[in-house]
């Protein structure tokens, strides 16, 4: 059974970085797409990032194109999101998941019926 563990979580001041972390034990993650969610207080959990089971293919949500990037590293089965330029609107409790999906060269963060297995999150907060 796959387990997603998310770390790398904390307080920022707006303009910093973190790196969050999604390390997968159970399965090898090469068979999965991994997608990053979020969920501010208040508000329904939404997609942000994705990489497909491949590899090569990755999607963001318009609202973190071009501060946020998401890459993996199969050797330590874990997937990072690297966060820059970090806004207040980016704090939220921040999710990974797996969707099994082997062979696929691209992912999708549009529904989060697609994915099976979730970790239980990282808090990122982004106050000055």
């Known amino acids: 059974q796959l387990q997603l563990v998310e770390s790398g979580g904390g307080l920022v001041q707006p303009g910093g970085s973190l790196r969050l972390s999604c390390e997968a034990s159970?399965?090898?993650?090469?068979?999965?797409?991994i997608g990053w969610f979020r969920q501010a207080p208040g508000k329904e959990r939404e997609g942000v990032s994705c990489?497909?089971?491949?590899?090569?293919?990755?999607k963001y949500a318009d609202s973190v194109k071009g501060r946020f990037a998401i890459s993996g590293d199969t050797t330590k089965n874990t997937v990072y999101l690297q966060m820059n330029s970090l806004k207040p609107d980016d704090t939220a409790v921040y999710y990974c998941?797996?969707?099994?999906?082997?062979?696929?060269?691209?992912?999708?963060?549009?529904?989060?019926?697609?994915?099976?297995?979730w970790g239980q999150g990282t808090q990122v907060t982004v106050s000055s």
């Open positions: 998941a797996a969707n099994w999906s082997p062979g696929q060269i691209v992912c999708e963060v549009d529904s989060l019926a697609r994915y099976e297995h």
């Open positions: 159970g399965s090898p993650l090469n068979n999965y797409a």
């Open positions: 990489i497909a089971s491949r590899g090569f293919f990755a």
